[in-house]
């Protein structure tokens, strides 16, 4: 019997969480729409756009499925990245394709908030309650502080107040959900934030096309993100002030204005934010109609 060779590229993301609706978003950006499920139950979504099907799962079980090649690519957290690899050894078979830059959390020490600390040694003899302990761990032995674990699958704010812990190692966004809890915030273990995976694995060659396409379609959406699109009248004698006070500008398109004389229209695209002060320093230079535009997508 002859086995068919796989023909779509298969993406985890997670099934629900605070990265799943940014990732259903990069993706709809970079084109792609995904049937409807019937109910929540479905776990697996056809994309008519592309040979692509969306795997929604756990995030903690989405580098498994990259590793062993069930799916091709992913997108999770580096916190559940890294914490599968410290957790458990010889466990790899991924690598990371690309920082997506949103997710961005910490994982953090916190302790009650009328808890005397005085940095990693307070921590000493104490019960650390965590879902990481990996990181944890990790932590401690380069912080030269001897503290016991406690290992908690979820719920880590509550440990202190049912004295199970004396303190927690957990993610932190705004920090609301310590403080409401009665923690505060005092050490960082690990910066995280949402990352685009790969199998390490050999994928049939029209998977690995379909793959090199989201990549393209994921960068162009990425540098659109961190760029704008520029419009001003000016003098010529004003450019080179005008390049100078631009944060990264591409070579501008420079614009004859009718009428003549010395007044062009300058065309660019920034590559880095643009902020009131630069605006100024633009108007200061001699630019006068300028005009800020986002940009959707950036194919170089």
């Given amino acids: 019997?002859?086995?068919?060779?796989?023909?779509?590229?298969?993406?985890?993301?997670?099934?629900?969480?605070?990265?799943?609706?940014?990732?259903?978003?990069?993706l709809s950006q970079c084109g792609l729409s995904f049937d409807?499920?019937?109910?929540?139950?479905?776990?697996?979504?056809?994309?008519?756009?592309?040979?692509?099907?969306?795997?929604?799962?756990?995030?903690?079980?989405?580098?498994?499925?990259?590793?062993?090649?069930?799916?091709?690519?992913?997108?999770?957290?580096?916190?559940?990245?890294?914490e599968r690899r410290l957790s458990e050894p010889g466990a790899d078979g991924v690598e990371v394709l690309r920082e997506l830059g949103f997710g961005r959390c910490r994982l953090s020490i916190a302790v009650p908030a009328s808890a005397p600390f005085e940095g990693a040694s307070s921590l000493e003899g104490r019960r650390v309650a965590t879902s990481y302990p990996g990181l944890l761990r990790g932590f401690l032995a380069r912080s030269g502080a001897k503290a016991e674990i406690v290992h908690l699958s979820g719920s880590v704010e509550i440990a202190p107040s049912l004295h199970i812990a004396d303190a927690i190692c957990d993610l932190v966004s705004t920090g609301s959900t310590l403080q409401s809890n009665g923690l505060r915030e005092v050490l960082n273990v690990f910066e995280s934030q949402a990352v685009l995976i790969g199998t390490a694995r050999p994928v049939p060659d029209v998977v690995a096309r379909t793959r090199g396409q989201m990549l393209t379609r994921i960068d162009g959406v990425r540098r659109a993100e961190r760029s704008k699109y520029i419009m001003m009248n000016a003098p010529r004698s004003a450019l080179p002030a005008i390049q100078k006070a631009l944060p990264g500008l591409e070579a501008p398109s420079v614009i004859p204005l009718g009428g003549g004389g010395d007044r062009v229209a300058v065309h660019a695209v920034a590559t880095e934010d643009v902020f009131w002060d630069t605006m100024e320093k633009l108007k200061a230079a001699g630019a006068s109609s300028i005009l800020v535009l986002p940009i959707e997508k950036i194919i170089a």
Avoid: F, H
């Fill in 36 to 82: 409807a499920p019937k109910s929540n139950d479905k776990l697996i979504l056809r994309s008519p756009d592309l040979p692509v099907d969306l795997m929604m799962v756990r995030d903690d079980d989405i580098p498994e499925y990259v590793a062993s090649g069930i799916c091709e690519m992913g997108v999770v957290g580096q916190n559940v990245l890294e």
């Fill in 1 to 26: 019997m002859v086995v068919k060779e796989k023909e779509r590229l298969a993406v985890a993301v997670q099934k629900s969480g605070r990265l799943n609706e940014k990732s259903l978003a990069l």
